[in-house]
């Protein structure tokens, strides 16, 4: 066996770095390197779009917060934990505080949490057996494996409770508001509507939504005079227009304006917690069909090979979606971005949670197997050793899914 793979083999079955005693600590020369490019990169993400730096600072804060959950029930369970690393690769910097080793690494690309005795081949100190996690009883080790996406779906809640509850949820409103300008020479532009006007009726039908007007306009032939009344200011306006000939269709009326009836409402407390626990459902729900979409090797080659990819079915890594991410803020502001940042803490806690190795989900389906192979007096341990191969297989698949979710976001950008 290579030490390239036995390496590989150990750390996926012990859930971190192995080997940190034999690696020289805080290499001055990686240290500089890795704080200059990555000082670099979010200075030009900050400049290009400042958005988009504001939601990787939140991506990298929900990531934190992630192996905060492992840290902090591994602990209170009884486990022992030995290390505290954001990112992968080298070490940049380390410290430690009592037996756990806390610090950064290279490649900001995740983090880890190492907890002693992940299986049977994560060897530990005998006199340490018994605060390793195989050694703990079935609801501690779920309690521990699942804290991580337990922490997204806490952090999605609290994205959306917070929007709803100061700056809305999108939804109905029953104003329908003009946004833009009326088509040029219009019956909208001749009687003088402009842009924020909130149509109130077309002759004594009161208009609340965009369905609403069309059908109130529609209602009339080409050459009708109807009395459109509208706000403006907090004053009412009514004005008379001669309906035109819709240029789509001749036979149909046509007043010439684009409204729509939908924009953030703010929520009470009460409803902003109720919306937000439904939309995290929601989005958990939504992510679970997504996932086999995103992963299935299908579509990774087809939209590779595409000179437009689909854009539902394409892989994406930080770089695409913190594209998106400042589209959105430029757009919407703070309370877009927030939102986005919410469905995507819901979908990598869904993601994490796949029944395989090295996901949590992995560690989770091992600790039910060997629970529902227990019998009373006799515990049941899984040799994860034969388990290496489709590890290998998932890494492997994950990294044909990071590249080619590069390669699609630097040469076909979102949008």
Sequence with gaps: MSSFYSKFRNEIAAGGSVDDQAQPRNNPATTWTTVIVVTGLLAWLGVKNPWSLIFVAGLIVSVFLHEIGHFVTARRTGMKVTQFYMGFGPRVWSTKRGEVEFGVRALPIGAFVRIIGMNNLDE?????????????????????????SLMHMLIALTLFFGVYASAGRFGETNKLLIYGDPAPSSPAERI?????????????TPITTRQGLIEAIVANRPGDVVTVVFSRDGQSFSKQATLASNPVNSDLAFLGVSSDSYNYV????FNAARYGLWDVATAARASVGGLFVVIN???IFSNVTSSNPDQMTRPVTVVGVSQVGGEIGRSEGIKGVLLLLASVNVFVGVF???PLLPFDGGHAAIATYERLRSRRGRIYRADVGKMVPVATTVVVLLVMLLFAGLYLDITSPFG
């Design 124 to 148: 530990s100190d005998p006199a340490d057996e018994s605060r390793t996690y195989r050694q703990q009883s079935y609801p501690k080790r779920m309690l521990v494996i699942t804290a991580g």
């Design 192 to 204: 003088g509507l402009i842009d924020g006007d909130q149509i109130l009726a077309i002759n004594t």
């Design 266 to 269: 703010r929520q009470n407390i």
């Design 297 to 299: 090797p299908v579509n």
């Design 352 to 354: 994490n949670m796949l």
